[in-house]
């Protein structure tokens, strides 16, 4: 920081509280569900502590734009971020000609921007990598649990409704004895990509085991889900190209307002894959 002479409370005080962010942070694991929180805690930390030492001097004026901070960086990307705060700096700026911007400052805070957005993004692959599955790019089990207990509970507070099917490959292990595992990776990227082409940005599709995947449908009853699930077999089917084996999927499906817990959720729509599968296969299956 360039010293110009005023006391150095807040500069401090910003510091002191960006290595205590730091030090958080070093204890949040990259699956946690607080990394997004502790991701967004550490750039606010930064961007104040930048704020602080381009316009030293002017603490009430940086007072009034925290809440700026507080609510763009949590919503917005960080360039933008970057780009309104500069105009608040250019405001307290103009406001308080008895403090001006020492032009060495200007290049610490450029710097500690480009930090503060690097981060960011390596934040956000680390959560990407941690919830979802390496081969199709699908969620992950461990993110399934999590959803099925939010979307349980949303149901009961606000009587939102969402669906759950599990979707099961028929006979992948006697696909991959007989043509490779490589085909049977292929098959189960086909499934990936054709049910996201079907659902809708809202919708979550996890990969769950070997040949399963669950699917959580918001605003979505049972009769809704089955439909889709229909629609998933026939693009399936008809995606199906020459040069790869013909292959079937069949689907377990379950309203949240028929269960009991997210864990009786999970259990009845397993129960209605069992009984798809256990009539052949290829067809979508209700909850009894």
């Known amino acids: 920081m ?3 002479g005023e006391t150095h409370g807040w500069v401090w005080l910003s510091l002191a509280v960006s290595m205590v962010a730091l030090a958080t942070a070093s204890r949040v694991s990259a699956s946690s569900r607080h990394l997004m929180t502790t991701m967004n805690g550490l750039i606010v930390a930064m961007l104040l502590n930048i704020h602080l030492q381009v316009l030293h001097g002017v603490s009430v004026l940086i007072i009034w734009s925290i809440p700026f901070y507080l609510f763009w960086i949590m ?3 960080t360039l933008l971020v970057a780009i309104v705060g500069l105009l608040i700096s250019g405001t307290a700026i103009h ?3 008895d403090h001006p911007v020492v032009g060495a400052n200007w290049m610490l805070a450029l710097s500690a921007g480009f930090v503060a957005y690097f981060a960011k993004q390596a934040l956000k692959e680390q959560l990407q990598l941690a919830s979802s599955d390496s081969l199709t790019g699908a969620l992950n089990r461990r993110y399934l649990t999590s959803q099925l207990e939010t979307r349980r509970a949303d149901f009961v507070r606000n009587q939102r409704v969402s669906s759950l099917v599990l979707i099961d490959v028929d006979g992948l292990k006697a696909l991959n004895d007989r043509f490779g595992h490589k085909t049977g990776d292929q098959v189960l990227k086909a499934v990936v990509d054709i049910t996201l082409q079907r659902i809708r940005g809202s919708d979550s599709l996890f ?4 040949d399963e995947f669950a699917l959580i449908l918001a605003d979505a009853k049972s009769h809704d889900a089955l439909t889709v699930s229909n629609d998933i077999r026939r693009l399936l089917r008809e995606h199906v190209s020459s040069d790869r084996p013909p292959f079937s999927v069949s ?3 379950c309203c949240v307002d028929e269960t009991a817990s997210s864990d ?3 259990a009845r729509a397993d129960e209605a894959l069992y009984e798809a599968k256990r009539g052949g296969g ?3 299956r209700m909850a009894a």
């Not at 990969?207 to 070997?210: K, S, T």
Request: aromatic share 18%.
């Open 2 to 4: 360039i010293n110009r």
């Open 75 to 77: 919503l917005y990307p």
């Open 95 to 97: 406001f308080a000609p």
């Open 207 to 210: 990969r769950i085991g070997g």
């Open 251 to 253: 689907f377990g499906v």
């Open 264 to 266: 009786d959720w999970l």
């Open 282 to 284: 290829d067809v979508a």
